[in-house]
């Protein structure tokens, strides 16, 4: 699926997901200002919860998906695909 509006928007790949995960994992650490608002903000929930991501993606990539969660994964890319067709 591409955005309309690629000049906005990154490339999609695998490199700026996880640097867009680290990014925000740095904001809510209060390291770096948010980009909407330029202020440094502190949420360790938020900043926790994804570096959790970052561990299970990890994970993931060592162990691999179990049968169920690459049916799910193929599921909902599917479902959400079928939607974003329908909407444009």
Do not use: C, W
């Amino acid at each position: 699926m591409s955005n309309q509006n690629n000049s906005q928007m990154p490339e999609v790949n695998f490199s700026t997901f996880i640097m867009s995960l680290a990014s925000s994992a740095l904001m809510h650490l209060g390291e770096v200002p948010n980009p909407e608002t330029r202020e440094l903000e502190k949420n360790e929930m938020l900043a926790a919860h994804t570096i959790d991501l970052l561990n299970m993606l990890e994970d993931k990539f060592n162990n691999g998906l179990t049968t169920e969660e690459a049916q799910l994964f193929k599921d909902v890319l599917y479902e959400v695909r079928m939607k974003y067709v329908v909407k444009n």
